[in-house]
C-alpha cells in the first residue's frame, strides 16, 4: 500500500497511522508525503485519515521504494563533486583496476580532462577464473582515493562481499555492486546499513524487475542513494560483442523507477572501438550518465584490455558525448514526457 | 579467394583470369578492380597476372560479396527521391499495414511533412495467426504506389514468396524481407534475381554472420542493392519490450560489410513511448536511417497499434533524430574511425 | 468459440448452426463433435441448440484448431509403414542430405535395421550460404523414394518454397517444414491445401505458441495431419552445443495440442556423441518419436557430418530408446496423468 | 601445466618438482598421480624427472583442477548415508523451505520413503523481494539437522554469505550455493576452506565454463568435495516453464570434468506437473542424481509453491525415476563411451 498525504502534511496523522500499520505488523517508510507499508493489501481509513490523505493505492509493484508511485521525482545523489540523477549528466571513468599508485594517478589525470566527476577503479576483482589476478586489495582503495583526491573526483570502487563493507566505505563515494553479485541479497543489506552511495549493476541475466528488487534489498534498509547501472545482458549474440546493449532499458527504467540510470557501454560490448557509438547511442538514450574502462596500454592492462579506451579516444568519446547531451537538451519544441 | 588488381585495372587480365577460374569450376564475380572466385582457396599466380594485381587474399569470410575486403566502400542505392547508404541518411515511415486508399494517403502526407523519403506500408501480412488480418494484397500495392507518387516519396513493401515476387516488383522501389522470411532462402534468390532494391530485416534470433549470408544469397544472384534492417533480437528480456534492440550491431556490421544499416526502432521495442528514445540512440550509434511505424488511430489499427507513433510524435521524433544526425557531424574534431 | 455437440451429433443442428455462423462472416470447422468458429466471442444460443450442445467456451486459445479444447484425444497419423501420435512411438532416420542413390539406399538399409519406420534425406537444402551445396533437387527425390520402398520404410522430405510444393508432394509420404521456414506462412498455406502429413520443425527462437500458430495454418486450410518437431532453440550457451534441447517442451506441447511431438537430438545438439543420451532423454520426456541424422562418413558428408551417427552408434542408441520406451510403459501403477 | 606421473609415483621426484615450481612462482596441486602447476606454459624437464613423468600437457583448461585432463576418474563424494557420484545414483529431496519443526519432520519421512538419502531445506532464502520470507535462519537449520537425523538422510541446505559459512557448517553434510550466487567468489573461497561437501548450482545465464571456473574457486582453496547442479538457464521461452532445463549439458559436462552432475528439475521448469517428465528425462540423460522439492500444501507453501511435488507425486516420481535407471543399466550390449 502507498499512500500519498495531501500537503502540507499533517505528521501527527502520518505517526498514528505509521504507528497502527506497524502494528499489524507491516514494514512502513515515509519519505516526504509518501508513506509505504509492505504486504498491506486492504484499509480501512478514519474519517480524520481520510482527510490528510490525497490518494492510497494497493497495485504498488514489489519494489515499492523505488517506484514512481512511491516517489515521483527523480532521486538525486549529492557527492562532493558530482550530482547523479534529475537533469544531471555525469560522466565516469577510470582504469579496469587499481594495478600501481603511479598508473592510477596518471589515469586520473586522463579521466578528469575528460570531464568526468568520478574516477573507477577496482581493487578487488571478481575474476571468472581464480587464477587471473585478484586486485590490489586495501593498497588499491588507497591508491584511488588519492587519486580521486589530487583530481577534486569522487570515487566509485566494487565492494565484494559482506565483511569488506565497513572497510572499503572508509575510502570510497560510492560502492559498485558488479552483475555477478546483483542477486547476493546479504551484500545488498549490508550496503543497505551504510550511509554511502550504491552503483547497482544489472546482472547479465537479470531482468528489469529483478534489478528493481535487488536496489529495493538496499533501499528497504535505509539507503536510498542509489544508482542502476545497464552494462549490457547475455544473449545468443556474442560473436562481435561480449554483450548485448539494451538500451531500451533506459526509457523503460525512467518510467518506472525515480533512481538514476548511468550507462557502462564498455562492458556491453567489450571491444574498445565500439565504445564510442555505444555511448552516443546511450545519452541520445537518454541515460544520466555513462562509466566506462580505459587505459594508457590496454595490452598489458591487467585486466578487460580489449574494452578500454586509450586516453585520446577516451578525450574524443566525452567530447562528443557532451556534444549529444547538450544537442538533446536544445532541440526546440521537442520533449519526450 | 578474393583478388584486388591494380588501377588502372586491365581488363584482359581480368577476363582471362575469370575464365580460368570458372574452369575449375568455381563462381566468379567482378565488381570494379575487385574479383571473388568463391571457395578457391588456393592459386599459382602467373606472372603477368601478378604484374596486374594488388593484394590476393583466401582469407575471406562467407559472405564474401558483402564483405568490406570485396567492396571497401559504402553500397550507395539511388532510387527517385532517396539516397540509402554512405553518408546520406533515409527517413522511412508509414503505416503497419495498408488499411484503405484514403487512410495510407492521409498518412503519407504526415510522412512527407515529417522529412521521410519512404513510405512504408503491408499489403501481404506475416501474421503470428492465420485468423489475424493478412493485408488487402494487389489492392494495397496500388494504393500505396499512389500515396507514395503524390507526395514524391520512394515506397517499400513486404513481398512474402517466390509467386509475388514479380507482382510486387510491378509496384515497389524496394522489397522488404521480413524478419520471419530473413532464411527463407528461395525467396532470397528470387529478388536476387530481379534489380529492385531490397531492404533485408535480420531475424529475430539471428546472428550477425546469418544476416550477412542471408544478404549473401541476394547478392550472389546479382542484384546488389541491399540494405540491412536492425529490428530486435528476441532475448529473455521481453516484459516490457517487445524484443531487444541490438544498437551494438550497427558498428559492428559497419565495420565488416559496406551495406547501407537501418534501424527499426519500432519493432525492436513495440511500445509507441519507446520509439523516440530509441531513434535517437540507433542514430546516434551511425545508423543510416530508420523505418518506422505511424498511425493516427493506434487504437483501431489493423495489425501493430501499440508500436505506432501518432502524427505529432512522429513529426517531434523526426525533428529529434535529424538534430542530433547534425549534431554528430559537427562535433569538431571528432571522428569514428 | 469452440462448440462441444452431444453425442450422437444432430447433424442438422450442426449444419444450420454452421451456416449461421459462416453468415457472420467466421471461419467455421467441424471435426466430429465439435465445432470452431474463428473471431466469434460471443454467442446466443437458440433452445434446440442449447439442447444439442454440451460446452460452449469463448476462451480458446488462437491456436484453435490446435487445441485439446477442440480436439481433446490425440491425432494418430496413419501412414503404410507407420503410425505416428497417440501410444505410438515412431523413429525416423537417414542422412542429413540425399548424396547419391547409392549412398542413400545404403543408408536406408541401415535405417530399417535400426527399428526405424520413416526414412528421411534433403533433396532440397536450406543452408546458411549460397555457396554451400544445395541437394540434389529432384533427382534426391526420387532415390529417397526408391531407397524408402526398398526397405518398406515412409519417407519424409523437407519443402523449401511454394513453387515445389506440388513436384514434392508426387515423391513424399511427409513433409518437413524446417526451422527457418517455421513461420514462412506462404509455405504453409500450401502444404496446408494438400492432404500429405506434414512434420513442422520448431524455429530457432519461437515461443510454443508461436509454434502452434504455424501448425494453424496449416490446419486452417483443411490439413490435420501434423505432427510438431523439437529440435533445440537458440540461447546464449552454444560453445558446446549447437543450441540448446528444450525437452520441457515436450509435456507442455502435449498438455496443450493433440498433435504428435517428435524429438530431434541431432539438431538440437549438433554432435553425435551427445545424440545417444539426448535422444534417451526425449523419449523419457515423453516424445512419440525420434529423427536423427546418420552417415557411414561423416568427416566427408556434404552436410551437417559432425551430428551424424555412424551406423553403429544409430543401431546402439535406438536399442537403448526402444529399451527405456518400454520401461517406461511398464512401471508399475505409474502414470503420468 | 598438468603433469601426469609414472606409477608407482616417486614421490622424491614429484617434491622436488612441486618446490621448483612453486618458487617460479605458481600455484600447485598435486592430487594422486597428477599435478597441476597453475598457469606455467613452458617447462623444460630434468633427465631425472622425464624418467619418473608419463605425459606433460599444457593446454589444461582454466579449470584446471576440475577437469578430466588433471583427473580422469569420477569424483565420489562420500557422507554417512548416500554416495554421490561415479556409478551412484542419489536422490535429493525436501521443502523448498524448512517451514517448522513440525513440517519438516513429516516431510523428511516422505523423502526417505521415496528412496531419497539426503533432505534438502532452505533456512537462509535469497527471495528476488526483501519483502518475500526469509527463512527461519539457525533455526531452520536445527530442525532440519533432526528431521535428517531420524530418517538417517544427509543434509543439504544453503549458504548466503561469507559470515554464516561456520554456522551452516556446524548443522549440514553439503553446502548449497545458489544459483544467484555461482559467482559470489569470496563465498565460493570461503566454503572451499572448509571440509564440507558442495552442490554448486549453474547460474542462469551461466556458461558451461562460467560454472566450471566457479568450482575452481572451491577446489583451489582445497575442497574437493564438489558436486554440480543443473538447474535451468534463462531463455526467451518462458511462458509455460520458469526456466529452459538444459540437458544437454549434463553429458557435456561429464566430458569435461569429474565432479557429478545432479539434475534439479523442480527449479527448472518450476510447474509441478512437469517435474516427473523432466526428472525422467534427466536420468536418462545421465545424470547422477536428482534434488527435488516437495511439499504436501503447495498452495500454502511459504516459497515455490507451483513447482512442489505432493507426496504421492513424489512416491510416482521416484518409483519411476530409479525404474529408467535400472532399464539404463541393463540394455545389454549398449554403452556410451
Known amino acids: 500500500m502507498i499512500i500519498q498525504f495531501k500537503t502540507p502534511v499533517q505528521e501527527d496523522v502520518v505517526n498514528e497511522l505509521r504507528q497502527k500499520l506497524e502494528a499489524l505488523p507491516a514494514q512502513v517508510f515515509v519519505i516526504k508525503n509518501h508513506l ?6 486492504s ?3 478514519t474519517a480524520k485519515e481520510a482527510a490528510a490523505i490525497e490518494t492510497v493505492t494497493f497495485d504498488d509493484p514489489s519494489y515499492t ?10 532521486t538525486v545523489i549529492e557527492l562532493p563533486h ?11 571513468a577510470g582504469p579496469c583496476s587499481v594495478e600501481s599508485e603511479e598508473h592510477v594517478k596518471r589515469m586520473a589525470k586522463v579521466v578528469k580532462e575528460g570531464g568526468a566527476t568520478v574516477l573507477r577503479g577496482g581493487a578487488f576483482k571478481p575474476r571468472t577464473s581464480p587464477y587471473s589476478f585478484q586486485g590490489l586489495g586495501e593498497d588499491g582503495l588507497r591508491f584511488l582515493r588519492e587519486a580521486a583526491d589530487e583530481n577534486d573526483l569522487d570515487m566509485i570502487t566494487e565492494v565484494m562481499d559482506v565483511p569488506h563493507v565497513e572497510m572499503v566505505a572508509k575510502y570510497t563515494d560510492i560502492f559498485q555492486i558488479g552483475a555477478r553479485n546483483m542477486q547476493n541479497f546479504s551484500l545488498l543489506k549490508a550496503v543497505g546499513k551504510t550511509n554511502v552511495a550504491v552503483g547497482l549493476k544489472r ?3 537479470a531482468t528489469i524487475d529483478d534489478l528493481l528488487n535487488a536496489a529495493e534489498y538496499i533501499a528497504s534498509e535505509g539507503n536510498h542513494n542509489i544508482f542502476l547501472i545497464e552494462r549490457g545482458i547475455r544473449t545468443f549474440d556474442n560473436k562481435y ?21 548511468i550507462a557502462d557501454p564498455s562492458h556491453a560490448v567489450g571491444e574498445w572501438d565500439l565504445v564510442q557509438p555505444m555511448a552516443a547511442a546511450a545519452v541520445a538514450a537518454g541515460a ?3 562509466i566506462v574502462e580505459i587505459h594508457d596500454d590496454p595490452e598489458h592492462a591487467f585486466s578487460d584490455g580489449p574494452q578500454a579506451l586509450k586516453p585520446k579516444n577516451y578525450l574524443r568519446m566525452t567530447k562528443e558525448v557532451f556534444a549529444l547531451r ?5 532541440v526546440e519544441g521537442v520533449c519526450r514526457d
Open 326 to 330: 547538450d544537442a538533446l537538451a536544445n
Open 241 to 261: 560483442t561480449r554483450n548485448t546493449f539494451d538500451l531500451g532499458a533506459i526509457p523503460v527504467l525512467q518510467k518506472l523507477t525515480h533512481y538514476p540510470i
Open 36 to 41: 509505504a507499508a509492505m504486504g498491506v493489501k
Open 203 to 205: 546482472g547479465m541475466s
Open 82 to 92: 558530482s550530482k547523479i540523477g534529475g537533469n544531471n549528466f555525469t560522466m565516469m
Open 65 to 74: 521504494l523505488g517506484s514512481r508511485q512511491f516517489q515521483p521525482e527523480d
Open 288 to 290: 544520466q550518465g555513462e
Open 43 to 45: 484499509y480501512d481509513l
